[in-house]
């Protein structure tokens, strides 16, 4: 009898085993592939909207503060003023936004030092300058009622004793090499 619960049970637990679908060797299957949207509505004011449009930065902290920002409710704070600034910061930079009397933001300006640079502007920049090294760089980026005004990395390269600063697009275009 004990023989017969035992095979019983073995044969139970290989059933539910070759019952588990087994992963699949495609590598398509599972993949995500990451989809940009062009901007985000913070708050309705009135027939108007507040438009902010992120910036994909590579840098976690920059990405971080621009979602905080996002997350900000701005209460009833700009009532009785005609505009408001509202200004964050971080230990390598800062965002700052101003809304007018109805709530509405109509302009951002994002400051920031010494960030993680997209791998596009990296490459960019060693292909056209080898044997440089990058000293340091600024992101400047700023938009007025949800357009992009200026999206630029300001950025000081060194070789021995020269030094040349470069304005680079975040697509790794060189716009100007000082």
């Known amino acids: 009898m004990k023989t017969f619960i035992v095979i019983l049970l073995i044969l139970g637990f290989t059933t539910f085993s070759y019952s588990q679908k087994q992963p699949e ?7 995500m592939d990451i989809i940009n949207l062009p901007e985000i509505v913070i708050k309705k004011a009135g027939a108007d909207f507040s438009v902010y449009v992120p910036d994909n930065n590579p840098d976690t ?10 997350a900000y409710d701005l209460g009833k704070d700009y009532e009785g003023n005609e505009t408001y600034l509202v200004t964050m910061y971080i230990k390598n930079g800062s965002l700052s936004a101003t809304y007018d009397e109805n709530g509405k933001l109509t302009r951002v300006v994002e400051n920031y030092k010494n960030v993680k640079l997209p791998s596009e502007v990296i490459y960019s920049i060693y292909k056209k300058y080898p044997e440089w090294s990058i000293v340091n760089d600024k992101f400047l980026y700023s938009q007025d009622e949800g357009d992009i005004l200026k999206k630029q ?24 090499g000082l």
């Not at 060797?25 to 993949?31: I, L, M, N, Y």
């Not at 902290?61 to 996002?70: A, G, H, P």
């Not at 990395?153 to 100007?176: C, F, M, S, W």
């Open 25 to 31: 060797t495609d590598k398509q299957e599972g993949r």
């Open 153 to 176: 990395y300001n950025i000081k390269i060194k070789k021995n004793d020269k030094i040349r600063k470069l304005v680079v697009h975040p697509d790794g275009e060189i716009v100007k």
């Open 61 to 70: 902290d920059v990405r971080r503060l621009e979602e905080k920002f996002i």
